[in-house]
């Protein structure tokens, strides 16, 4: 990376406008993605234009098209919908329509359009694109501009962020509000099965989705439902039957209620289609059941965006603005959009064919097609639910192993989801499985007991640690491990936690040479609030931790805009790791978060006071300071405090929060669950194969490193990799990764606060064909 191209991202948009506009069905995080490309566009040195209601706007010009300024897209990161109003628009489908736009785009001088939206409003700002040169010359020939300016706005950039709660945009992993939508789905259906349960009731749950069961589908797998209903896959001819015998064997098992998850375009293999009410005549007629229906309706698109969603359309704001400021007249349109856990960047067009094919593929009741196209992070999250849902568990135990799944280190929300696969997943595989209480203390202690089926029914949406959890190392006790592990028979190890997890692995490891009965397979799920786990992106919890962070900053931010002159000063869990204060720092908005990763001096802290000073003479008279819990010992929270609020005397007030255990606990998100619910599975998937693989002489004798791995999620894929190897990549002594994929989001979080720093766009999404990832792409 040389310093001209450092500097470059500074000047980049010297002399060009950004026009930035929503349409179609709102979402929520629309407005973090208009904010972030305010903002980065300013920081470039362009203009920005906001388009009020759409693309209306566009055609309507006047007052609708207003120059945003940095001030102007301050508190709109926490609401819901889109701040610049969106509209469905006629004008615009109509060439004389398009002509206006394109006028009122000439007259002001932006070349650059950035349109969020579903594929619907992308698909329009692709056909304006490719007219725009027969525009500009009939706008020429009436004479209603120059040759000047014709010449000047010679070409249209464009670039589209999918914003669709219904994830149904093909290319990308994850549309913006998606995340937000499950958050309504699954606090709506937690709710319903409180009372569910009381009444001992059937509850029909309809979803969005007309024509993608992604909603629907993600929340059967969040909880635990017994049946879905998606467009993309019918159910077979005798459904009514299977159904019905599937509601009355789950309340034989001693469950007192049932959820069926209906999306709202659900057909049959004939096209007809499913309704709600349907089902409920259905099984009302036929087993009796006392069934209630709820359809969710806009309730999925309203409230706070979730942590996830702020950080996606912020990301994909920053990333939009660099593929329009990058453009030429080659360029395609593109869509910038998430792969796993990368920026991407697609051919607009490619991507709105493929969307196209699959309704066409669903119209010509190609169903099998229509998934192949979902991707395969789609058909991943079917294939799970189809295990989890649709498969009796053997009787008989012959020919089965016995796995035993435990916790370790400090409770996580989601581990229960984690443990709830683990289990079922086994006892679908034939297996026996043992659950240990208490950690390594609990297998040393022999604190363990077969599960059930029903044992870990209802796990998905309970937070905490159902089996408890304890920090301590299993080598202090191997002795007693040894026995416990011959007494039960166990020959296999599903370790479901965070650090300890981890290093606990490696004693195993380590113990291997005195002890025989160590050498069982093992996998290590990791689960901590931290994200500190080498070997994995995400851990489980991390997200659930984000969120309650989130909200918690924006109650504090609503305090700070009510009183006016404060500075809050925050600080987070994550032991060294400064995951959580990061991330958390770019959901919430916030000035600056120091961490341990990011050396900082007291000059860097004058500096922060400084900046806070300035911010305070703008019409923002707020801050929002982040620490995490172990970035500096000398620089404490208490002395950041103190800092702040002697060199701010009498232009600021500061205030500090120390947010502690909170972040443990909560309901586990939709995202956590569903993390947790597909490790779970593929640990478990895993873990038969290499029992089989380890079995020598009637026992089973494991000793290759790939026999003890840790199942992480890198970039765009679940993997698994021995601890051993893992080794070289850990600092021990922090207890972090010493390679973090997050630490390149933070030059985005102080360029949206406002510093003159320099963007490193090494990291650069560069274009890519759809069909390829298609093949490549993580199941996650």
């Known amino acids: 990376m040389t310093h001209e191209e450092h500097h470059a991202a500074k000047t980049l948009g010297i002399g060009k406008a950004i026009a930035v506009l929503t349409s179609g069905g709102d979402a929520q995080g629309m407005n973090a993605a208009v904010r972030a490309v305010v903002r980065v566009g300013i920081f470039t040195g362009a203009r920005v234009f906001f388009v009020h209601e759409g693309y209306q706007g566009l055609v309507d010009g006047g007052d609708h098209i207003r120059e945003a300024t940095w001030e102007s897209v301050s508190m709109m990161l926490q609401l819901g919908g889109t701040v610049i109003g969106s509209a469905r628009c006629k004008d615009f489908r109509e060439r004389e329509g398009r002509l206006r736009a394109a006028y009122n785009l000439v007259k002001r001088g932006i070349t650059n359009l950035c349109v969020i939206g579903g594929d619907g409003s992308l698909t329009g700002a692709d056909t304006f694109r490719s007219e725009w040169s027969d525009l500009l010359s009939d706008l020429q020939k009436a004479g209603k501009i120059t040759d000047e300016e014709a010449t ?49 009731r059937t509850f029909v749950l309809e979803v969005m989705g007309r024509h993608c069961g992604y909603l629907a589908l993600v929340t059967s797998l969040s909880c635990g439902a017994d049946w879905v209903f998606i467009p993309e896959c019918p159910p ?21 209620l049932n959820i069926i998850i209906v999306a709202e375009g659900a057909i049959d293999k004939n096209g007809k289609p499913i309704t709600s009410e349907d089902i409920k005549n259905l099984v009302v007629k036929r087993l009796g059941y006392d069934t209630r229906v709820t359809v969710l309706g806009h309730v999925q698109r309203g409230g706070t965006p979730s942590a996830f969603d702020r ?108 443990v709830r696969s683990t289990v079922r997943i086994g006892l679908i595989q034939g297996n026996r499985v043992l659950v240990v209480h208490d950690g390594f203390e609990g297998l040393a202690k022999g604190q363990i007991e077969e599960a059930g089926w029903s044992y870990v029914g209802g796990w998905t949406g309970q937070g905490g640690s159902k089996l408890g959890t304890k920090r301590t190392l299993p080598k202090k006790s191997f002795e007693q491990i040894s026995a416990n592990i011959t007494k039960f028979n166990i020959q296999g190890l599903v370790i479901i936690g965070g650090f300890e997890a981890y290093t606990g692995g490696l004693e195993l490891m380590e113990g291997r040479k005195q002890f025989d009965e160590l050498c069982i397979p093992f996998v290590v799920i990791p689960a901590t609030v931290s994200n500190n786990v080498p070997g994995s992106d995400f851990s489980i919890g991390a997200d659930t931790a984000l969120n309650t962070i989130c909200t918690t900053c924006d109650r504090i931010k609503q305090s700070a805009a009510g009183t006016k002159r404060r500075v809050f000063i925050i600080e987070t869990m994550g032991g060294y790791c400064g995951y959580l204060a990061t991330m958390a720092g770019l959901a919430a908005g916030a000035d600056a978060a120091y961490i341990f990763e990011e050396p900082f001096t007291i000059r860097d802290l004058q500096a922060n006071v400084e900046h806070l000073v300035q911010k305070m003479k703008t019409t923002v008279k707020r801050g929002l ?44 998100t939709p995202f956590d669950r569903n993390f947790a619910t597909k490790m779970g599975a593929k640990a478990m998937n895993w873990m038969s194969g290499k029992i089989k693989e380890s079995y020598r002489n009637g026992r089973i004798f494991a000793n290759t490193p790939d026999s003890g791995c840790v199942l992480g999620m890198r970039k765009r894929a679940l993997v698994f990799q021995p601890v051993t190897e893992l080794k070289d990549q850990t600092d021990f002594e922090h207890r972090i990764p010493k390679e973090q994929w997050w630490l390149k989001l933070r030059p985005i979080l102080k360029i949206l606060a406002k510093y003159e720093i320099d963007l490193d766009t090494s990291d650069h999404a560069h274009l890519e064909h759809i069909s390829r990832k298609r093949s490549g792409e993580a199941g996650v």
Request: hydrophobic letters at 35%; a negative charge.
């Open 152 to 200: 000047k706005s010679s070409y249209l950039n464009i670039v589209g962020l999918v914003g669709s709660i219904d994830n149904d945009f093909c290319g990308t992993d994850m549309t913006i509000g998606t995340d937000s939508a499950l958050h309504r789905i699954i606090e709506i259906v937690d709710a319903i099965t409180t009372t569910a349960q009381s009444h001992q």
């Open 236 to 256: 077979d001819d005798d459904w009514e039957e299977h159904l019905c015998r599937r509601l009355s064997e789950t309340r034989t098992r001693g469950s007192r």
């Open 311 to 418: 950080i996606l359309g912020s990301r994909m704001g920053v990333e939009a603005v660099m593929a329009l400021l990058e453009g030429t007249p080659d360029t395609p349109a593109c869509v910038v959009s998430l792969s796993g856990n990368q920026a991407v960047r697609l051919p607009l067009m490619e991507c709105v064919q493929v969307t196209k094919d699959v309704t066409k593929a669903m119209d010509d009741k190609k169903f099998d097609e229509a998934m192949k196209l979902r991707g395969r992070s789609f058909m991943n999250n079917w294939e799970v639910y189809k295990l989890l849902a649709h498969v009796r568990p053997p009787v008989s135990k012959s020919g089965s192993h016995t796995v035993a799944v435990m916790n370790v280190g400090a409770p996580a929300a989601g581990m229960n989801a984690a």
């Open 625 to 668: 300071v982040l620490r995490n819990e172990k970035c500096n010992e000398n620089y404490t929270t208490d002395f950041i405090f103190n800092l702040y609020s002697e060199e701010g005397k009498g232009i600021f007030d500061s205030r500090k929060n120390v947010l502690g255990h909170m972040q443990q606990g909560g309901s586990p």
